[in-house]
């Protein structure tokens, strides 16, 4: 899927937003039925709050949480701090310099409350990269890799719930089951050789990782804040290791009906350089065979809207779908920046039925 | 130092300050919203007039009070179109402050108009007027009915020395369904 014209989609998600709101106005209107509701009812309707999605979150007793999400992230050219590079700039250095990026990924998950205190994770991605090169000859070079990227498990807790706020703590690792020797034809010599390390599938170590998180809601609104670290402890068969990654997370949802919300988030990631350096790259060929070219940092603004099943057989069926879009990057580059992100989720939260 | 920040705002373009009032706009838009569904709190105030009996009340209506201004009133002018309370019709008042308060069955106190409970009280003394809140802890602060958020459903708190002392009579009925804290 590509995105030509971001604006377009700026504007649809908007005008959505509000076709949306007038939609659950007008349907609001009548249901006289509902005033015979009988209080010991009213008392055990489940005051169902808005996503506030990507963030960590628990689930009570008994609860699954099944996911699946698509997301599509496109990437142009290369930025050395947060100055754009032109192809000519970085062919002076390099032999040769990305133009294109498609990054697409399915993520499975599975969360299981445990107990009401602890909630389990399993998530696993498929990756599948396609990137653009030109060399200095003018030739354009595509490469691409496709397989399963690393897996993820975490234990989160819930430390503090009152009323409407809750405050958790996730501890998990993430498993080196995605490829870090995916390879390609060089076009030319004809030789097979290792890609770059953007192009490779997993970390290739045992990445502990810590999310703290605090979220908050009313029956009309959720909203969170969440820090997320993954960290780097040792190198891997290649004699590497990914930089550290840190991201800030601040959520809202806000559900306007039963079946309709729209959600908002704000997004601050940082992560480190390589350290190590995998010896079957060539540090010349183009800036992405650099372990010391890719640190930076990325604020990001995302809109998105859910729909859910209120009622009925699939109820708490939902699908989100969510454009987000970095308004500020800084790398260590040249690198690619991120021009946006689409991520559509499907999920299904069966609760444990109360008495 | 500062250079540096004004060099990176100046680098900032319009697409991000569209994203960031889109942003804020929507987040404070409903900042203020109410602890629960007007329409859930509705139909729990019209069916707990079923469990109360308000003493002498010869009166043809049945008035229904909202101290400031919230998103329930909308929902209660529904309400009283479309419903009567033992027969009688249903009148909404909406007061101000807690010294124009007048004669009512019921008058509701918004989150948010929480922190006037002591003058509320002053104002419907020797009425016989149900206090229903919505904020964590007004039961104790002497209202008859607060609902509370427990475990992601809405429940209530009756404290029934409060209803006690403005002549209304619970039924054992909702003292089973309730949290009873006084």
Known sequence: MRIKNHKNVFLALIIWCFIGLECTYAQNKGNKDFYETKIEELINIPLDKASVIGLPHPHQKGAWHFQYRYMDMGMTGTMTSDKKNTTSEVLKNFMMAPTKMHMHTDMGMIMYGVTNKWTLMAMANYYNFEMDMIMMTGKEVKMGSKGFGDTKIKATYLAYYKNRASIMASIGASLPTGSINQTSMNMMTGQIEQMPYNMQLGSGTVDPLIDICYLGSTMKSSWGIAALSTFRVYNNKNKYRLGNQYKIMLGYGYKVSNWFSVTSRFDIGFWNNIRGKDPNLNPMVSPNHRPDLRAGSRFELSGGLALKVPKGAFEGLEFIIDYRQPFYQRLKGPQMPVDHHIVGTLQWILKRKSR | ?182
Request: proline content about 3%; glycine content about 4%.
């Open chain 2, 1 to 182: 130092m500062v250079c540096r920040i004004t060099y990176h705002l100046n680098r900032i373009k319009l697409k991000t300050i569209i994203w960031l009032i889109f942003f804020l706009v929507f987040t404070f838009r409903t900042a203020g919203a109410q602890e629960f569904d007007a329409k859930l709190q509705i139909v729990f105030i019209y069916q707990i007039t079923h469990y109360f009996q308000w003493p002498n009340d010869n009166s043809e209506t049945f008035i229904i009070g909202v101290i400031g201004q919230s998103p329930i009133l909308n929902e209660l002018q529904k309400l009283a179109a479309a419903k009567k309370i033992n027969n009688k019709t249903i009148i909404i008042k909406q007061f101000d402050n807690s010294s124009s308060i007048s004669d009512c069955h019921i008058l509701f106190i918004p989150y948010k108009e929480s922190a006037r409970i002591e003058n509320i009280k002053k104002s419907i003394k020797g009425r016989h007027t149900m206090l229903i809140s919505e904020k964590p802890g007004m039961a104790e602060k002497g209202t008859c009915i607060n609902l509370v958020n427990i475990d992601g459903t809405m429940k209530f708190e009756l404290n029934k020395s409060s209803c006690k002392s403005s002549g209304l009579r619970t039924t054992p009925m909702i003292e089973k369904l309730a949290i009873i804290i006084k």
